[in-house]
């Protein structure tokens, strides 16, 4: 391995880039492809129902217009759905509709099934070490942003 902080991260880029690909030929079924980034709201939706767009946008780090236009979009698809502040009518509650739940959870399932493929190539005890190594990369960047 590595000593070096920049070679180990472009090892480690390319190691995601690898783990992105991991059985890309195994993709999720035509109905259920939802782009990386609107699956990153749809799945904020489900972890914090009756959410606004600005609070999106801030715990996501993106622009609030970016956030609004996606959540138009999702709307659409009939994925999202928004609903009067019932304290600020000039603000809306978003929420997934039945067929976002269901989106949702087939593609959660999809990716669970693709990283248990991965991590059965590891002992328990190393399972345990990489689950516990990357929670504690992810923390202390995550103090960074």
């Known amino acids: 391995m590595h000593d070096n902080l920049e ?13 992105r690909q991991l059985g890309s030929d195994a993709s999720p079924p035509e109905e259920m ?19 606004g767009i600005q609070e999106m946008a801030e715990a996501l780090h993106l622009s ?37 739940e269901e989106i949702q959870k087939s593609i959660q399932a999809f990716h669970r099934q693709k990283f248990k493929i991965l991590l059965e190539g590891l002992t328990p005890q190393e399972r345990e070490l990489l689950i516990t190594l990357l929670e504690k990369a992810l923390n202390a960047a995550e103090k960074k942003f």
């Open 7 to 19: 070679e180990n991260a472009v090892f480690f880029l390319d190691l995601a880039s690898r783990l």
């Open 33 to 51: 492809r939802v782009s990386p980034s609107h699956l990153a709201l749809i799945d904020y939706v489900k972890r914090n129902p009756d959410c």
């Open 64 to 100: 609030t217009p970016t956030v609004s236009v996606s959540v138009r979009q999702l709307e659409k698809s009939g994925l999202i759905a928004r609903k009067p502040n019932p304290e600020d009518r000039r603000a809306v509650q978003l929420f997934l509709t039945p067929k976002g």
